[in-house]
């Protein structure tokens, strides 16, 4: 019913600014949160940055000052402003929806995800 597509990942060098993209396809009433994980190479996949669509945010520690969250709540779009870039961010970032709302439905559906966009920071 959802299908949630990242885009905007590639290949920067140390200290430089990427910024991801996702959107949700489907027919959709809302979103109530949004937001991006990443997951590097034999760790486990870890919030990055989240955000409500009552305006709350969530950063983890390590991103902190350097990555911006923000939506679009028209295009049920989310995006990750990523600056200062290390090579600690290398991994996987993946886009996730919660709290769904579809038409014509009394159920709010948890837990989509999209497939993942590659982010690589090396000089």
């Known amino acids: 019913q959802v299908q949630l597509v990242e885009s905007g990942g590639g290949l920067v060098s140390p200290g430089g600014s990427l910024r991801l993209s996702c959107a949700a396809s489907?027919?959709?009433?809302?979103?109530?949160?949004m937001g991006w994980y990443r997951q590097a190479p034999g760790k486990q996949r870890e919030l990055v940055a989240a955000?409500?669509?009552?305006?709350?945010?969530n950063y983890a520690d390590s991103v902190k000052g350097r990555f911006t969250i923000s939506r679009d709540n028209a295009k049920n779009a989310v995006y990750l402003q990523m600056n200062s870039l290390k090579p600690e961010d290398t991994a996987v970032y993946y886009c996730?929806?919660?709290?769904?709302?579809?038409?014509?439905?009394?159920?709010?559906?948890?837990?989509?995800w999209g497939q993942g966009t590659q982010v690589t920071v090396s000089s």
């Open positions: 996730k929806a919660d709290g769904i709302v579809f038409p014509y439905s009394a159920f709010v559906e948890n837990d989509y």
């Open positions: 489907g027919s959709i009433v809302s979103i109530y949160a």
């Open positions: 955000l409500t669509s009552g305006g709350d945010t």
